[in-house]
Structure formats: structure tokens, C-alpha cells
DNA sequence: CATGAATGAGAGTTCATTCAT
DNA sequence: GATGAATGAACTCTCATTCAT
């Protein structure tokens, strides 16, 4: 790894902090320049504004959140336990929603419509249904309505974790979505 | 009503367009001026920013949308009958999301450390709550998790509101959010 | 005048001084700042830039400069006199090159493909044609090649003006073009 | 030739047709880097700057360009030969003002308070004076004013050059002012 | 109250220039 | 010598905000 590349790595780390504490629009290159230490000059010769800049955190990112259940469903994992450690990170993403870039996604989007986040929104969806089936066909989840609870799950989990930035709410919440969640598809509790 | 009580109303009409579409960020008092046909002067001697202003338009629709079920519930009209037609009000708003002001508030609040957010979340809440013990009194809804229930509504009609202004989603995902709770509550389909 | 356009008016003078003395690319907003003592944000309020600034420094001198011989053609002055104090008039511009838009001007055209340059050029053409014809018409000039003789007037006069800004040349020097001019048209000395 | 000394060539060659599309004042030492394809410190470990890389340019130009009528004289060639094949090279130079420095040298002279166009000035005077007082000697030339002549030609060769810069000029335009040079000369047609 | 001219702080961007490798 | 990363100064432009009229 190169000096150059050392510092771009630096920097898209770096901003990754600034963009998901303050969204997009809010963090100018000159806040990159503060956390960075770095010179005007300097970050410009390797991002040329924070579009560039969103652009390749966002691929940093969406490399890693690639996982889906594919590799757990080829195992044959119980969908059950799938399910749960699904809901345990649900859970804790809802809890931490300092970290999430959710925001600066949503202002990314509207300003430069790109269309990153019908991608996402299509993985996800994708991800979960890949699991239900599987849980359905294995006997472990009952018969719902796939494209109905998915729908549930997406959103409902959007709307606590967007939320969950602006007002303080408790743990009991987050559990609150993620066993209806469970209850839906295996009839029982935790 | 005299005349600056009318400019008043003027600004805050014309700014709801603007704060709805825009967010509250990108609205700048030149922008206010350009739909109101004022001038920079005559518009600071009525707000003394977008803050200021921000919250005179907030005042005027929660008076509006103070609207929960009490009345309804005191006429003793059917629990059915009420949640239809505030699951066809959801779906509605989910379609037109350029009308909602959620992502101005959103980052209304995030900005200014209001806490109206917390305010209308309580309110949405109570209000759901009281619709489904009524229904359950009445025999008409099943004996579902209050709690559980109220955050699955709120929080999924909120990820789809909010996902819905930046990512084209069909009037069928809408539809299987609301047909979720109805069934949850009902048991039935509509 | 109202005291917007005052302030439009000082701008565009004390930018003209800018302009011949420092061409048009070298002339920075904040140079304007500095010589009208105006603040950037004011200045920016009357003119989006050094483009629409020399604009109308453009429009101004051309609405004067627009002067060609019609009316002592009308008068029906002697075309010899009317020479004379045309040559005069070359004479004094071209000692005082300092005072010269031509290269801001010339540099302008170049970076916006504006065609103020062809219409200043075809003006000045016209203008000295039609006097040289008047003069041939009533016998005080010789019947010289009219097309030949205007171009070597107007670009001995622009080279010689240009080049008077960066080196420096005797009064005789220009002295001599206009001798050049005169004897080719009256076919004496002055 | 090292090979320091062939990227010093390189990179003089390279300048020299950016000056002449782009003047000097326009001319960055990142385009030099651009179209050399060299690193900034490699252009650097060169030339100091866009000054130090145009007098260079200039030197390598100066000394082709010393070129004067000196050898055809010795040869005894027709002077009118002399003038025609210089009047043609003069009407092609005109033709095809964007090989020219001419534009960079002013912005050069004026910036840098450099002398070279006073030599330059200076040489052409010279170069020409003797050529026309070779033609009067040889009975060739009429008996012209030198000095004036001299300036007719000089003059709106430079300015006829430098408009065609910035507005289109016919053929017809450059052929008439040679022309009018010649018959002053000749006293005859082509 | 309303106007709109003016201020000034701050963001974005570009380059000449330096320097460790 | 050559590289290219980094610096910092200078410039363009935008707005929130003030104030004389």
C-alpha cells in the first residue's frame, strides 16, 4: 500500500465518523481537513468534493454488507438461529444509531439521485426472503405472507433505527419490533 | 386579522411548501424571501431565522393534526371501522411524501435538541393505544401486545414514509403495511 | 438615480481603470473590492463575476465610442478637416495605451467567444469608408484602393497601439502613421 | 545530448505550443505537467516557473528567428525578390495566428518588465530598413520615407496578426495589406 | 412595517511551490 | 534527476444578518 493510498484509506475512515454523525450535506471538506489534519490542497488531490469522497465510503461499506444467509443457508443452519442472530444485530444496530450513515444515505440521495439506495433496498429485501423461504421449507417458520413481513421487517426497522437518532427510546422498543418480528415467523418466543 | 398578521400566515404557508420539499437545512431565509415575493428586511422584522420560523409552521399543523380518535371513540363508532380509516389516512401519506414535513423535523431536531419529536411520538402513541383498547374492549380486535403492536405501526409507517421520498415504491408495499396491522388486530383481511 | 444604480455606476468606473490598466483576466473580484472599497457580498449583489462586469463597462464606452463621422459628413465639413482631427484623435489614443481597453478586450473575446470584437471592428470600418468615400467624392482625396487603405489604418493603428503599451515608442513613431495616412489620402503633408 | 538535457528540450517544445494557444499568463506549470507528462518536481528540478520556461522558450525561438535579410543582400538577389518572398511568409504568419507567441511575449513583456520586445522591435526596424534601402540603392525601391514606411509595415503586420487572433479575417484582409505594402515599394502591382 | 443595499464570515476550488522518498 | 503527496495562499461565490431610508 502506497503513501498515497495509506492516506485515502485514513481519510475515507475518518469521514466516515464525520458522515454519520452529521449526515451529508452537513459535512464540508473542510471538516475532513479538521479530523484528517490534512491541507486543502492536500485532501482535494484526493477527492474532489464530498460527493467523491460519500462515493468511496459508501463502496467501502457496501463491500462489507454484503452478507447475506446465503453462506449460513448452504450450511443448513437452522433458519431459527439465522433468524436470531439477524435480530440480535437488528437489535444492536437500532441501539447505535450514531454509527449508521442511514441519514447522510437518505441526503445523498436526494441530492445527487443516485440510485445506491434502491440497491441497497433491493439486497435487503432480497436477503430476507431468501431466509423466510428457507425457514418455511424446513418447516421452522410458518406459512406467511413473505412479501407482506418483509415489508414489516424493513421498515419498521428503518423507522425505529432513523428515529431512534432524534428521540431516546428504550431497549424494550428495539425488542418490541424484533419479537414481533420472531413471533410472526415461528409462532413463538424467544 | 391585520395586515402583518396575514404576511405572517403568508411566510409560514409558503415556507411549509418550501421546509416539506427541501428539508429544514436547505431552506435558507433568501429561499423563504423568493417564494414570498419579500424582502430580506421585511421578512427578518417577522422571523429571525429558519429556526424561528421552522417552529411557527410546526405550531400551526400540530394544532391540526392534535386529531386523535377521542372523539370517534366517545360516539362509540366501530374500532373497525375508525382504524380503517386511519390505515386508508397511512396509506395515503406514504404516497405523497413530498407533502410530509418528517425529514424537516428530522433534522430540525437533530439540530436544535427540540424536543417536539418526543412530543408527537407520545401523542401518536397514546393515541394508537387508546384506539386498540377500545377495540379489544369491544370485542372487536384481538388481544395482541399492546406495546409490540403500537411500535410495529409507528415505526413502519415511518421507515416507508421516509424511504418512500427516495426510493420509487409501489402503492402494493403500502398496501401489504397496512393490510399487516389490520390483521394483526382483526385477524382478517379487509 | 437611485443610490443602487450610484453604486453600479462607481463600480463600473472604477473597474474600467482596472480593466485598461491590468487586461481582463487579471482583474479579480477582489481587486474590484479593494478600489470601489465595497464589501465582496456587495459587489456580488451588482455583478456575478468579472464577465458581466466588463460587460457593462463594454456597454458604456460603446454607447460613447459609437461617435463616427455621420454628422460632420451632414454638415458637410471639409473631409480634410474631418481627417485631421481623426488623426489627431489616433494620435493622442495611441500615446496614452494605459487608458486602452484593447487587451482586455482582446482577452475577454478569447475566453468567451464573445462577438463584441467583429462588431467593434466592422463599426470602425464602416466609419472610415464612408469617410474616405466622402472625400473622394468631393475631390479631396485621390481615388485610393478604399478596402486596401482602411485596413492598413486601422491595423498599423492597433498594432501600434498595442505594442506602445510594452515598449516604449517616440511620438514621432506614431507621428509617422499618421503622416503614412495622410499622404495616402490628400497625397500632401499636413 | 544527456538525457537531462533531451527532457529540457522535451518540455521547451511542449511549452512552446501551449504559449502560443494560451498566452503566458494563462499558461500553469500543471498544464506544462499535463502535457509533458512529467511529475511537478521533475518540471520543477527544470524550470523554476512559467517565467524561467518562456524565456527559454524564447531564447530557442530568437535564435532561428535572427534570420534577416543579410545573405540575400550579399548575394545580390532582387531586392524585390527579397521583399515578395518576405511578404509571403508575412501573409502566411498571418494566416495562422495561433502558431504565434505573439499574445504570450505581450503578456510576458507586461508582467516581467522584461526588454526582449524592444529587441525584437528593434531588429524587425533594422532587418527591413535594409532591405528597403537596398532596393532604393539598386534603383528597385522608390525613394520612400524609410522610417515611415517601416512603421506601416511593422505596425499592421502586428496588429493584423494579433485581431486574427480573435476575429475572422478573409484572405483578402492580409493579401491587402501586403499589397499595400509593395506598392508603396514597387510603386507596381504584384 | 417594509425595502434592498451592504457587510463579513465561511465554503469550495485551484495552483505555485516544497520536500521526503 | 524524478516522483507525487502535501502545503498554503488566493480566488470565487453564497448567505445570514444588519441598517439607513
Not at 45 to 52: A, E, L, R, V, Y
Not at 82 to 108: G, N, Q, R, T, V
Not at 119 to 129: D, F, I, P
Request: net charge neutral; aromatic share 8%; glycine share 6%.
Amino acid at each position: 500500500m502506497t503513501k498515497g493510498e495509506k492516506t485515502r484509506e485514513n481519510i475515507i475512515d475518518a469521514s466516515y465518523a464525520l458522515f454519520s454523525m452529521k449526515g451529508f450535506k452537513q459535512v464540508t471538506m473542510k471538516d475532513v481537513c479538521e479530523v484528517t489534519g490534512m491541507s486543502r490542497g492536500g485532501l482535494y488531490s484526493h477527492f474532489s468534493g464530498t460527493d467523491q469522497l460519500f462515493e468511496a465510503v459508501l463502496e467501502k461499506i457496501t463491500e462489507k454488507s454484503a452478507a447475506d444467509f446465503q453462506k449460513e443457508i448452504e450450511k443448513e443452519i437452522p433458519a431459527a438461529k439465522i433468524l436470531e442472530s439477524a435480530l440480535h444485530l437488528m437489535e444492536e444496530e437500532m441501539k447505535h444509531p450514531k454509527d449508521s450513515l442511514s441519514i447522510a444515505l437518505y441526503e445523498f440521495v436526494e441530492m445527487t439521485d443516485s440510485d445506491i439506495m434502491e440497491q441497497l433496498n433491493r439486497n435487503a429485501e432480497e436477503k430476507w426472503k431468501k431466509l423466510i423461504r428457507y425457514g418455511i421449507k424446513r418447516g421452522e417458520f410458518r406459512e406467511v405472507n413473505v412479501d407482506e413481513i418483509v415489508n414489516v421487517i424493513l421498515y419498521s426497522y428503518q423507522g425505529a433505527r432513523m428515529w431512534s437518532r432524534i428521540i431516546s427510546m428504550k431497549p424494550k422498543t428495539f425488542r418490541s419490533i424484533t419479537d414481533h418480528i420472531r413471533k410472526q415467523l415461528t409462532g413463538g418466543e424467544r
